[in-house]
């Protein structure tokens, strides 16, 4: 079974300033995706970035961008310019071929003004 | 752009009731998820069905049966609610497979409350 490890439970960054949020995944899969998903107060679930495992290389999306490390098995979040709108639960996920998607237990960033 | 749409938002049920959340989709995928959401324990996969006229049991299957309708409904059924599954609840749909389709698209999510 793949799992998904969020080493860091809660998370706090300036506004302006930049912060990773890591996340390591256990599988035996080649070919799979990786995503991270960020649920705001609202509660509904925003994909951010999502990375295909056979890619070298890192995705990026405006001010996010992920580093992708496929033999340490780790996929980490950065957040660059921090606004008080990227607040929210962030949840990293792995997606192998059969579409079953399974979630880490998501880290709470604050963004401070 | 409705997407995946589930009903009820909110439920309280009592112990030993039964219930059906419903989830539909208009976006023509054939993959549907449901999935329940605990404080820090993330969103843990209850069941799936790849396609239509197919299901699979996820992480955390007990105490739930699901139905694919059609291609566009997925329903979640609690036959005898217990307090442990007080929980918030999400639907989700992903399309076709193919690199760039890999991805899912959630519903807002039903709390429920079990007491």
């Known amino acids: 079974a793949q799992t998904v490890t969020q080493s860091q439970p809660e998370m706090s960054v300036q506004e302006a300033e930049t912060v990773t949020l890591s996340c390591t995944y256990d599988t035996s899969e080649s070919n799979y995706y990786l995503f991270w998903y960020k649920q705001p107060p609202s509660r509904q679930m925003i994909l951010v970035i999502r990375q295909e495992a056979y890619k070298q290389q890192n995705a990026t999306e405006n001010r996010f961008s992920v580093n992708f490390q496929k033999a340490a098995k780790s996929f980490s979040l950065k957040i660059s310019d921090s606004q008080l709108g990227d607040t929210a639960m962030y949840f990293c996920?792995?997606?192998?071929?059969?579409?079953?998607?399974?979630f880490g237990a998501g880290t709470r960033l604050t963004v401070k003004p | 752009n409705a997407g995946v749409t589930q009903t009820p938002k909110f439920q309280v049920l009592k112990t030993g009731q039964s219930m059906t959340l419903q989830c539909a989709q208009d976006m023509n995928h054939n993959s549907m998820y449901w999935y329940r959401q605990d404080p820090g324990m993330g969103l843990r996969l209850i069941y799936y069905s790849a396609s239509e006229g197919t299901t699979d049991k996820g992480e955390v299957p007990n105490g739930y049966n699901v139905s694919r309708l059609n291609k566009r409904e997925f329903s979640l059924r609690l036959e005898s609610a217990a307090p442990s599954q007080t929980s918030v609840y999400f639907c989700?749909?992903?399309?076709?497979?193919?690199?760039?389709?890999?991805?899912?698209?959630f519903g807002s999510g039903t709390q429920l409350s079990v007491l």
């Open positions: 989700a749909s992903s399309g076709r497979r193919g690199p760039s389709n890999e991805k899912l698209f």
């Open positions: 996920a792995f997606m192998k071929q059969s579409n079953d998607m399974r």
